[in-house]
């Protein structure tokens, strides 16, 4: 759809770790998840960054979109409830490292 | 005080969720029309949610979504261009001035 | 903040509605036909729309597996018109309860679900639902017990999530439309769940 190509770096299952980074500008990695290792759960796709888009840019080249799943319990430190129990968020992967 | 946007508060404390629904009226509904409309247009939601992100947090937490909302589609126009301050300023004295 | 009554003056947001009509209007950006027409769409997308994907994937099990698949192409083959909307099905099974929220703003599954209401948008909503779930649920009624996994989903970016909440007992044989009508919205949100009929 788009012209030009980035390469999807990681794979359902794999581990990741959220940049622990606090830019300025339109963000749609939450703040209460930077820094935080979770799982890829899915790549939902490619699409264009909302950061440049927010700034009345085109957003291109495309960016990966994948879903990321966070334990809760290591989410939160406080947090009551089931041991399996889970976030998960759409990340884009210039926000992502490898864990 | 600026790393984390007021937007952006996922986990932070918060009191009960009280229940509340509202029929939306239909100034209301036609914010959402002229959003879709001008979205065709190319006025990407995210220079809106930018935009929203960008209240003052008392104005932030005292507009409802609506008035959030139209504010921003404002602003966007005007940073694209599309309206001018001056043009804001004289229609809204007009119709102000007819009732 | 509440509406405003029509025999009230115009706040400043309202007057600030019209007053963008106007101009982009002159400006021949948009008609009033056009606003209308967005109104009327606007208008017949009820969370009735959700129910019905919803009761389809409980009769039709390859239905559920497509929607469970990709959200967005189910709907269109149900004759669905979802433009745009890329949407993420996500299903309630005994040993796993799933939630949406937006805690950035209020993403949601608008094409399918309507207009989110307004607890849906509340800083409340919003700031607990992520940390402390089975709180915010019991506040709606639903307690999930102990045993049960709670999936959590935050919809950051491009995707829309819709629950799809378990089918109750005693509906067997039920026709689609008798099974959609028992579908709230709020199951499809996750705040709530499927009951099972009252007997008659």
């Not at chain 3, 706040?11 to 009509?21: D, N």
């Not at chain 3, 509906?171 to 099972?196: D, K």
């Amino acid at each position: 759809m788009w012209s030009s190509v980035v390469e999807v770096k990681y794979k359902v299952g794999e581990k990741v770790k959220v940049m622990k980074a606090y830019p300025l500008g339109h963000v749609r990695t939450p703040f209460y998840i930077r820094g935080h290792v979770g799982t890829i759960e899915r790549l939902c796709g490619s699409f264009p960054n909302p950061e440049e888009l927010a700034q009345m840019r085109d957003g291109l080249p495309a960016q990966p979109l994948y879903r990321v799943r966070f334990l809760q319990n290591e989410v939160w430190p406080d947090y009551r409830g089931g041991p399996a129990d889970v976030v998960e968020i759409e990340i884009f992967q210039h926000w992502l490292e490898k864990a | 005080m600026i790393e984390r946007g007021h937007h952006d508060m996922g986990g932070l404390p918060a009191g009960k969720v009280e229940p509340t629904e509202h029929d939306y009226a239909e100034w209301e509904r036609r914010v959402d029309a002229m959003s879709m409309l001008m979205g065709a247009q190319g006025v990407t939601v995210d220079e809106r949610r930018k935009n929203i992100e960008m209240l003052p947090p008392e104005a932030y937490d005292r507009m409802s979504y609506y008035e959030r909302w139209v504010v921003s589609l404002a602003q966007a126009l005007i940073q694209r261009g599309i309206l001018t301050t001056a043009e804001l300023a004289r229609k809204m004295s007009d119709v102000e001035q007819r009732g | 903040m509440s509406d405003r009554g029509k025999y009230r003056p115009l706040s400043y947001f309202q007057l600030m509605e019209v007053t963008l009509r106007e101009l982009l209007v002159e400006k021949g950006l948009i008609t009033e036909e056009q606003v209308n027409a967005t109104l009327e769409d606007m208008r017949r997308r009820t969370p009735e729309r959700g129910a019905r994907v919803v009761a389809r994937a409980w009769v039709d099990e390859g239905f559920r597996k497509r929607l469970l698949e990709n959200g967005s192409k189910a709907c269109e083959a149900l004759g669905l018109d979802v433009p745009a909307l890329k949407l993420v099905v996500v299903e309630n099974t005994p040993q796993v309860h799933n939630v949406i929220v937006c805690t950035l703003c209020s993403c949601y599954p608008r094409m399918l679900l309507g207009i989110p209401p307004d607890w849906y948008k509340s800083r409340n909503y919003r700031s607990r639902m992520v940390r402390e779930p089975r709180r915010v649920l019991a506040e709606f009624g639903l307690e999930i017990p102990e045993k049960m996994t709670i999936r959590v989903h935050d919809s950051t970016a491009d995707m829309r999530y819709m629950v799809l909440p378990m089918r109750p007992p005693g509906t067997e044989g039920w026709s689609e439309e008798r099974l959609a009508a028992l579908v709230s919205r709020n199951a499809m949100i996750g705040v709530a769940v499927v009951q099972r009929p009252a007997t008659s």
